[in-house]
Nanobody, 124 residues
Framework: QVQLVESGGGLVQAGGSLRLSCAAS????????MGWFRQAPGKEREFVAA????????YYTDSVKGRFTISRDNAKNTMYLQMNSLKPEDTAVYYC?????????????????WGQGTQVTVSS
């Protein structure tokens, strides 16, 4: 089993930055594809970014391209999401996820493990 714990969320003004972390435990996730999703109140969970097992391939939803950067440190069993130029519409609970396949995926159904989420609130 894999346990995922997100951290780094908080309240920030528009234009500010936050760095989310996703720490894995229970087993190494170095061979797992991983991703970030978010869910705003009253909306469905949506894909944000994903990264392959080695970090060599990444993919972003259009709304965050150029502002967010996904990365991972397999030695630390941890994934990150650097969020810059934040906008009020980025406000949501952010979840990290891991899947047994080495490649990334953009559908939440393709992920096997989920964290509990961390709140990100961007004020205007």
């Amino acid at each position: 089993q894999v346990q995922l714990v997100e951290s780094g969320g908080g309240l920030v003004q528009a234009g500010g930055s936050l760095r989310l972390s996703c720490a894995a435990s229970g087993r190494t996730v170095s061979s797992f594809g991983m991703g970030w999703f978010r869910q705003a109140p009253g909306k469905e969970r949506e894909f944000v970014a994903a990264i392959s097992w080695s970090g060599g391939n990444t993919y972003y939803t259009d709304s965050v391209k150029g502002r967010f950067t996904i990365s991972r440190d397999n030695a630390k069993n941890t994934m990150y999401l650097q969020m810059n130029s934040l906008k009020p519409e980025d406000t949501a609970v952010y979840y990290c996820a891991a899947r047994g396949g080495r490649l990334y995926a953009i559908s939440p159904e393709e992920y096997d493990y989920w964290g509990q989420g961390t709140q990100v609130t961007v004020s205007s």
